[in-house]
């Protein structure tokens, strides 16, 4: 057994005894978000923050907190960040996870959407579409992160923060049905099991049908978590998730002479016999907490994550376009099987200290990481003698072609770092903030079929500065710098392993909170350029070369507000340019793709806008809403004319509570029935968004 295995056992051994060992505590309970806008929750620190508040970080900083969530009647992660500004969504991989750009730069395209799970890196695995239901606010931090949170996309940061124990019972459980045959449970309920420890279990099932013909889908998720107060000065938590999702691969439709709407946006180009694909995924994390003066604090944690995802899938052919002289697509079938393994442990001291008439706020930490990942494909092509057409007018189905060996890898990947962040409070309306961090990532990649490894060994160090100026005691302004690094996976035609992603990011901006905090708002300028990003090798065309640049720069509105009369306002809107840097030839396709050439998938203008009223009748409150989206045109594949249209999307909501308990929700979303294209990678890959559709919500609460 090697050290990281056997690292894996003695964690999950320790696991195991601690959920079995755990004393009991005082009771505590969460605070609430002060109307500021900055965090606070009892129990647990927020890693890499330190105790600056959100207000206070010069960089743009958005909140999705789960009273939204239920009152939109939001169950899914992409569809809850189409609520903030410059997110765009991407290629979701025949719908088996979730993909989306921040600020026009959306990494690794072989991947989930990078975000991380209370401060754990959770993006690298294949556990599916993330559900909500343990969800207690989507932190989405812009800008240059890199310094504290190590590689990654310099456009920002998600972080989901999960739902902590509480020491009051309390709960709920609620059941939903609507179109498509779709129905949904969904359960929460904490409560103390003496006066030092509370658990805490939330979960959901779903099962439907789909817009799409011939689909099925079956999801369920629970998350148990146990938390403790070992003294006044001492806590520990632990919380398990399992997700299990079943759905068939679906790479959605295909445009014809390069127009989308010629078959409807319900036509399945693949094969029902193929099956569902299945998705399963463990986590655990375990942090504890010791408060070591009232200034001070130590956090210590660590994330053990595995996912599994096999299955069949008949896709088209992405580079087999379809005219309008022809009848068919040319397809292929594969099988797919991805392991992966992510093991995180991090430390960190983090406090306030002063020097002089200058208030110091220090974060220090070290985290360690090291991830696997195992696929395995086999494949049956298209060729001109076996085609594996199918008529994209009049699909028969039934055609499932023996598959042979294609791809068996295995990915090994370590990596630890130290980083150091220190923000003073210069006076009492200014306040820097500079830090860095160091990384040392290492990586093998062994070639099964060839035999082939290719390793690297990269270190890198990302620095960050800003300044906050407190103009008004409502009013601040912000500026931020920074830089950071991507690792590439793979190597090129000599053997040697790729260069990093680079990137350096600006951001300047200003921030707004009314007196009380009834009204915050952020407005954002920035810009971002990206280097050695992956494309074809010109003197080797088989192989790939990191010479590709990219840039993005833009504006961001974001705007939440409790109004007069009882309205609730949350609105956001972005202007992205982003492009490609450095004329490129595309390595999936071998396109010549010009410098200036839009980047996939990104609108130059989007926009949300979502309010809400409560209403008293009598001795019950009626709730109504609505909301608008507006994407605006897209490019749907590198190196062509291709775009995906435009389009602006209607929702209604309301919600009667009948009582102190009980609640009845009912909701329509895309109200016009506007046929809309959420994202794609060429014009065979093509994701349409859902047609009008309804859901009713009956919800009891204790």
């Not at 695995?125 to 949170?149: C, H, M, Q, T, W």
């Not at 010629?262 to 907490?289: N, Y």
């Not at 302004?477 to 190597?491: E, H, I, L, T």
Request: glycine share 10%.
């Amino acid at each position: 057994m090697n050290y990281v295995a056997a690292l894996r056992s003695a964690l999950c051994c320790g696991i195991a005894s601690l959920v079995f060992t755990l004393p009991s505590a005082p009771a505590w309970a969460e605070e609430a978000e002060p109307a500021t806008g900055d965090i606070l929750v009892t129990g647990q620190r927020q890693a890499y923050r330190g105790d600056v508040a959100l207000k206070d970080m010069p960089q743009a900083v958005s909140i999705i907190d789960s009273t939204l969530l239920k009152d939109a009647g939001i169950t899914r992660l992409d569809t809850a960040l189409d609520l903030s500004a410059g997110i765009a969504r991407q290629n979701n991989y025949g719908g088996m996870w979730d993909a989306f750009a921040i600020r026009g730069f959306a990494g690794d395209e072989n991947f989930p959407g990078g975000f991380l799970i209370n401060g754990f890196n959770a993006g690298r695995n294949y556990s599916g579409p993330r559900d909500a239901s343990n969800v207690e606010r989507i932190e989405v931090l812009k800008g240059p992160n890199s310094a504290l949170f190590g590689r990654g996309e310099p456009g920002g940061t998600i972080n989901i923060v999960t739902k902590k124990p509480q020491f009051d019972t309390e709960g709920y459980v609620s059941v939903s049905g609507g179109s498509y045959n779709s129905w949904r449970g969904e359960g929460d309920v904490t409560t103390p099991i003496s006066d030092k420890v509370a658990v805490r279990v939330n979960g959901a099932y779903e099962k439907g049908d789909s817009f799409r013909d011939t689909i099925e889908y079956e999801k369920y998720t629970v998350t148990p978590s146990i938390l403790a107060k070992l003294d006044d000065d001492t806590s520990i938590s632990y919380e398990f998730e399992y997700v299990h999702n079943k759905t068939p691969f679906d790479r959605g439709v295909v445009a014809v002479d390069g127009k989308l709407g010629a078959i409807p946006i319900s036509r399945f180009l693949g094969e029902p016999g193929d099956g569902p694909m299945t998705i399963k995924s463990r986590s655990h994390q375990l942090q504890f907490q010791h408060d070591l003066s009232k200034d001070w604090g130590f956090l210590i944690g660590a994330s053990y994550r595995t996912s599994d995802f096999s299955g069949f899938g008949t896709e088209a052919l992405p580079a087999a376009y379809v005219t309008g002289t022809q009848q068919t697509v040319r397809r292929r079938r594969l099988f797919r099987d991805h392991a992966t393994d992510n093991i995180t442990i991090r430390g960190e001291l983090s406090g306030t200290v002063e020097t002089g008439s200058l208030v110091h706020h220090i974060v220090l930490g070290a985290d360690w990481d090291s991830f696997e990942h195992d696929v395995l494909q086999q494949r049956a092509n298209s060729t001109a003698a076996k085609p594996n057409a199918i008529n994209i007018y009049n699909p028969v189905y039934g055609n499932l072609p023996a598959l042979s060996r294609f791809r068996s890898e295995l990915d090994k990947q370590e990596n630890w770092g130290v980083y150091l962040m220190d923000q003073v409070d210069l006076m009492d309306r200014v306040k820097l903030r500079f830090g860095g961090r160091y990384d040392s990532f290492n990586q093998d990649y062994r070639f099964r079929y060839t035999n082939v490894i290719t390793d690297q060994a990269v270190t890198k160090f990302s620095p960050q500065a800003g300044i906050v100026f407190e103009a008004t005691d409502t009013l601040s302004f912000y500026g931020s710098y920074g830089r950071g690094f991507r690792p590439n996976s793979g190597a090129g035609a000599t053997g040697a392993a790729f260069s990093p992603e680079t990137s350096r990011s600006y951001e300047v901006g200003a921030k707004y909170s009314s007196p009380g905090g009834r009204i915050t708002s952020t407005l954002a300028l920035f810009s971002m350029k990206k280097n050695n990003i992956l494309t074809a090798d010109l003197a080797n065309p088989s192989f790939s070369a990191a010479i590709g640049e990219a840039k993005s720069k833009g504006v961001e509105f974001d705007l939440t507000g409790k109004l007069p009369a009882g309205f609730k306002l949350w609105l956001s809107y972005s202007y992205i340019d982003a492009e490609v840097a450095k004329d490129i030839v595309d390595r999936d396709f071998g396109r010549n793709i010009p410098a200036g050439s839009r980047l996939l998938n990104v609108p130059k203008h989007s926009g949300n806008v979502m309010l809400m009223k409560d209403i008293p009748i009598g001795d019950m409150e009626l709730t109504l809403g609505g909301g608008v989206q507006y994407v605006g045109t897209r490019l749907g594949e590198f190196g062509t004319q291709f775009e995906l249209p435009d389009y602006t999307l209607a929702r209604l909501t309301a919600a009667l509570a009948l009582t102190d308990n009980i609640k009845v929700h009912g909701e329509v979303n895309n109200l016009f029935d506007e046929d809309h294209y959420t994202a794609s990678y060429s014009p065979n890959w093509v994701n349409p968004g859902m047609p009008r559709n309804f859901k009713v919500r009956l919800t009891y609460s204790f």
